[in-house]
Every structure is written in C-alpha cells, then in structure tokens.
C-alpha cells in the first residue's frame, strides 16, 4: 500500500497527512547547501458545540538528502471562547514535539535521528465534544515504515492517551476513526504489507484491542479552513501570528 505514488496519502489514510506539500519541500531541499526548516499549519476542526478548534503545526527540517530530512508536529487546541490554547502530544516512539520547549517553534536538535516522520492532525471530536481524536502518521524517509497511532484529548480531565492495536500482528495501521460499536474506542485497520482485507480492530486508551468486524469509522466535528492554513515560512514573527 505504501509504494503506490498516486496515493494522496502514504497508507490512503481517509484523513490524509499533507504528502504534496512534503513531497515538494524534499524537491526544494535538494537544492540546498545547509538545512532548512519549513512549517505547515492543518485546517481548524472545531468541536460539534463549537466551542473548540483543534489544528496543528507540522515542522519539516529539510536537507539535500532527502532521506535525513526530518517532520515534527504538535496539536493544538483553542478555546474559542477565552482564546486559551492547550498542546496535545503524542508519547510515540517517533513523537519529539519541537514546540515543547517554546511554543513559538525552536529548531529540532542536532541529537534528533534523521529520516523520522511523525505528523499529527486532527481526526475528529466525540459526539458531545468531551474527546478529542488524532492521527499520529510515523514513518522513516526512504523505507517502509510507516503506521498510525491514535492520539485522543479529554478535555474534562486534560488527559493524552497514545494508542495503537496491540497483541495482533500487523506491518502498517490506519486510524478510520471513532468505533460505531464500540463508542469509547478508536477504529483502527491493520494487517500484513502485501496482504487483502485488513481486519479492524477497535482499541481502547489502555490499548486493549478487539476484533471489529463489520464496524464503521465515526467523525464528529466541521473542518474548517483559515487564511494561516497551509505552508508558512519560519519566522519567529510569522509563527507567532499563524499560531492564533
């Protein structure tokens, strides 16, 4: 799945990461001498009760191979009512939040592994906009690696959960969603490279995984775009005005 190049998105995520947009900023790192940074903003989804939106910061360090270019991300979620804004992480093994320190964007260390890949979006909200889902895509640059994790936000108690199936084999997983018929879990499908008809699983924030054969993926929440949504250039200005 992941070799097909006309795929918008890596592993045909039906919530796609912004794979054009990366795949021009490896062309354009190929023409330099020293590393670049560049930054992408996602579109707004904001809550059913729309009182929050959620988006994120995607950061691209490129360099002129393209297999030691770098992206990192963190999630934001805004309260549109006080303009608060709360960073949501993934604690994957690829997740390295570049923001953590300054949330107004620093570089990525030069200790940071190249090559890795860990782009976080936002998915959907729950019905009642208690929860918030993500897609956390991780993979490396020229392999293939690459597999979803779910990021899930509970606004009541501020808490991050990281999940993925577990106890079943699979090279590659694909977030879908909300579980229908399990509504406190996440729909992933996961199954062999090369292989038909992944299974689906729904997993709880524990990672407790059950067969979901016959389940459906559940969205909440409108997307919606803005004039900061897409590329942006690395300023510290720029950055902390697309940021609001």
Not at 24 to 44: I, K
Not at 118 to 131: F, H
Not at 137 to 166: C, K, M, Y
Request: hydrophobic content about 35%; charged content about 15%; glycine content about 8%.
């Amino acid at each position: 799945m992941i070799s097909q190049p006309a795929q918008r998105d890596p592993l045909g995520s039906p919530h796609p990461v912004p794979w054009g947009w990366v795949m021009s900023m490896l062309s354009e790192g190929r023409s330099v001498s020293t590393p670049l940074t560049r930054f992408y903003r996602s579109q707004s989804l904001l809550s059913p009760d729309g009182q929050y939106a959620a988006y994120s910061r995607i950061q691209m360090k490129l360099s002129s191979d393209s297999t030691r270019s770098r992206i990192s991300s963190i999630l934001f979620v805004e309260n549109l009512k006080t303009g608060s804004l709360q960073n949501v992480a993934a604690s994957s093994p690829f997740a390295d939040n570049p923001f953590a320190h300054c949330p107004w964007a620093e570089e990525i260390t030069e200790t940071d592994q190249p090559g890795m890949i860990a782009m976080l979006i936002p998915v959907a909200w729950s019905e009642t906009g208690d929860r918030l889902l993500a897609r956390e895509f991780e993979s490396f640059f020229g392999s293939d690696i690459a597999s979803d994790f779910g990021v899930v936000w509970e606004q009541r108690s501020n808490q991050v959960h990281t999940l993925t199936p577990s106890e079943v084999s699979y090279s590659n997983a694909i977030l879908l969603g909300w579980s229908q018929s399990y509504p406190d879990r996440v729909l992933f499908q996961a199954g062999m490279m090369g292989d038909g008809n992944w299974p689906l699983y729904a997993v709880d924030n524990a990672g407790q995984t059950l067969l979901a054969t016959g389940d459906r993926p559940l969205t909440f929440g409108r997307m919606v775009n803005s004039i900061w949504a897409g590329p942006q250039n690395g300023t510290r200005q720029h950055l902390r005005r697309a940021t609001r």
